[in-house]
């Protein structure tokens, strides 16, 4: 004791200030405060809480439809592990085909978004021309208008056109997005010109610099309008609803929806086909997962 | 100001791109048009006909529509189901906003605290969010079954309900069926919000809390004179985001609950779904999605507001 105190004081002498506060700080990191243990423990049961639907989800699915039904003990692993549930589902096949059309409508809608936004936000951010202020006001206006609210014309709309239960008509009436424009053309602003008077001066396009000078910056904004645009596009419900009547055309949730009724008791595989339809984006935010987090930073902030 | 007037005028060629031909200026135009017209087609359009629609009795079996002036209107304003439905929307989302609020910002402190296990946090938090909403509505059902479901066996469990009298969750009556598709909700949509605040939280300078600390003050006080205020916009923001959200309820209410019990909980677009898909009465559905539209338009205003003084 005597010797560290010696030590400590002989120190203190010295650069007393830093000195202790060096201690201090290498205190802290070896050994957190109760209060940060605290913190830890809180956040990280609430975590765990808030997977538990996911989990009950997967853990009936995972059971066999006795062990599954109401009359059972409510138990979190399952004693006979079966996967009768998923069996049943893949026989049937309706699960493959709404994957396949939510996948072809997200994608669609994703890849017409991201190219009209980002020729419009280009348009706006880089040039003048006649009736712009115009235009671009009513844009902006667009951005107060409630989609749902609109769902009686555009259904008339697209029925005139003949689009009703197409792709199309699923898609198209999805990707007028005036919030992307309005994002992208934001971000554009902000990017220097003078790389594209350089690439103008040898002699490059407006597509050109779009593609060569624009796009190559743009990659976590690209990326984030698309992922949302693909999420909102894959999870929307009420218009495909509308749209889709027929069973083969419907997209995942409607298609899920519409048999939801339709397997009565049978809860393993209600919820075998619960996990089935969460896991394609579940996946795919497991995999973008930074992007996305970033994505929404940089959407909801800048 | 007058320094800057006293300074020579830069031309304006000099500042901005050059724009100085005709042509070039058309250019822009071209970029701008696929998009304006998506926009126009499925936007601006249907914008005007279904004020258009709304003073017709058009109807979805196909016969010519004739113009009937005021009268959905004055019918609107005078139905009860379409007042109840309305009201069931306000009443969506007052209960859905505070939580969804308030929650989200706990729940983003924590994790800005613990940031050792942000990344499991946040995919735990988040990951609802991308879980389509029949899926949402399949796994919480069966977690609200009356007999036998999970909720129900822990309520009992803690002591909280007698086990012969099963609560009933989402055809409860007595407001019981709108507050369980809030809970889902909140379990459901928090991790955007969430998210917008961890951003936000991320932002802020830590010297700003060491110089607090240095002045002596708690972490109590730290979180309401400093935190807090710090994040005042985003708070605004995700309000009139969330209240928007709230007020475009259907997906989830719908599929749970159907409206019921007696339409305690049948909302707005449900009620405009019920009369121009099941009534065949485009005309008045019309009208009613007006009502609708012109509110969230009100609250639509403050966001727009709020995205401009970003600008500056």
Redesign the interface.
Known sequence: MTAVQERSTAAEAGRPTAVRRRRLFKWRGKKPSVGAVIVYIAAGLLGVFWLLPLVWAVSTSLKSETEASLGQDIHWIPREWSIEGYKVLFERGDHLTWMLNSTVVSTIVTVLTLVLCTLAAYGFSRFDFPGKNIVFGSIIAGLMVPGQALIIPLFDLVNALHMGGTYWGLALPQVVAPVMVFILKRFFDGIPRDYEEAAKLDGAGHFRILWNVILPVSGPIMAAVGIFTFIGSWNNFLWPMLIATDPSMMTLPVGLQAVAGGYGLFYAQTMASAVLGAAPLLIVFLVFQKRIVEGVAGVGLK | MTVKTEAPPVPAAMV??P?DTKK?????????L???A??A???????F??LY?SFTDKSLTGRAASWIGLDNWFEAFGDERAWNALWNTAEFTLYSTPPLVVLSIV?AL??N??R??G?????????????????V????I??Y?P????LN??LELLGLQNADTNQIWVQGEGGVAMWSVVITTV?WTLG?NF??Y???L??IDPSVYEASSIDGAN?WQQLWRITLPLLNR?TA?VIVLQL?AS??I??QMY?MTGGGPNRESEVA?HY??IA??EGFR?GY??AL??V??VL??II??F??RL?SRK?D
């Open positions: 901005r791109p724009t070039q200026s058309w250019t822009g135009l071209w970029f701008v696929p998009f304006v998506f926009y087609l499925f936007l601006v359009w249907p914008t006909l279904g629609y729940f924590l994790v605290r613990a050792r296990i990344w499991f946090l946040r995919m735990a938090f988040f990951a609802p969010f991308v879980v389509p909403v029949s899926v509505t399949m796994i919480w069966w977690i079954q007999d036998g479901g999970l066996h822990y379990w955007f998210l917008l961890l951003a936000a991320q932002t972490w985003t923001m928007i007020l475009r259907f997906d599929i677009i405009i779904y121009g898909f485009i559905a019309s999605s007006y609708l539209f969230i338009l639509s205003i966001q727009f995205f600008e």
